[in-house]
């Protein structure tokens, strides 16, 4: 199997430029599903640490980078929206957050809130023990004892311990951002949320934070994340 990716067929959450070369790095497989952009796209394209694959490797080889607390040592490991990259020898951490536009970036946090990730809520189910589990938006499943949680609630997953830290319910009132769609990367707080009869998507409309310029909108369900203050990059 191929380990390149055409760019002009990547997704166009990817951070890369379509038609300045033919090829790009294949994902590998991991979270995120599709939608995961290859770790040594974010160290060579957008950081520019890194001039090729050997040195990406070399770089992972020495457990200079973490992922979610994690060392990693695939280079093509994917990587995706509120994932936590770390890199302890140059006291450098980023959050991956969309932008306008809905491209992945990197924003630069404190090591303090490097410890811990966001994971959106896609889905629960009753599992062995009596006990809930809950799919995040990235493929990762987390169990609970008390079933507090409900689908498009957010919450706060320590990097250590992989145990629930904090809780967003997606509710009227929620700050959200829109993570894709025509309005992706805009911030705002949940104004009202229409439920559709059938199996149409919810639509949501969402109001300009005070202070900002955008004005507000409206979106599918689907399309937004609860988060709060400290996920927006003003926590440095």
Do not use: C
């Not at 191929?2 to 979270?31: C, I, M, Y």
Request: no cysteine.
């Amino acid at each position: 199997m191929s380990n390149h990716q055409k760019r002009l067929s990547v997704p166009k959450s990817w951070p890369v430029e379509r038609k300045t070369d033919t090829f790009t790095v294949k994902a590998g497989a991991g979270p995120h599903g599709k939608d995961g952009v290859p770790l040594v796209i974010l160290l060579r394209d957008v950081l520019g640490y890194v001039d090729s694959k050997k040195e990406a490797r070399y770089a992972l080889s020495e457990d200079a980078i973490l992922v979610n607390g994690d060392p990693i040592n695939d280079e093509q490991r994917p990587i995706g929206m509120f994932d936590i990259i770390a890199f302890p020898g140059r006291e450098e951490y980023y959050r991956v957050f969309p932008d306008e536009g809905g491209r992945l970036a990197l924003t630069a946090i404190d090591a303090d809130a490097a410890d811990s990730r966001l994971g959106k809520v896609d889905g629960k189910r009753q599992v062995t023990g009596g006990v809930t589990q809950l799919s995040l938006h990235d493929g990762t499943n987390v169990t609970v004892d008390e079933d507090e949680y409900s689908v498009n609630d957010s919450v706060v997953v320590d990097n250590e311990s992989k145990e629930i830290v904090a809780h967003f319910p997606y509710e009227e009132g929620a700050l959200v951002t829109a993570i894709r769609g025509n309005h992706a990367g805009k911030i705002g707080t949940v104004d009202e949320i229409d439920v559709t009869s059938g199996s149409g998507s919810n639509n949501v409309t969402v109001s300009a934070d005070e202070g900002e310029d955008e004005d507000g909108f409206k979106t599918v369900e689907e399309y937004v994340v609860v988060i709060d203050e400290n996920f927006t990059g003003d926590d440095e």
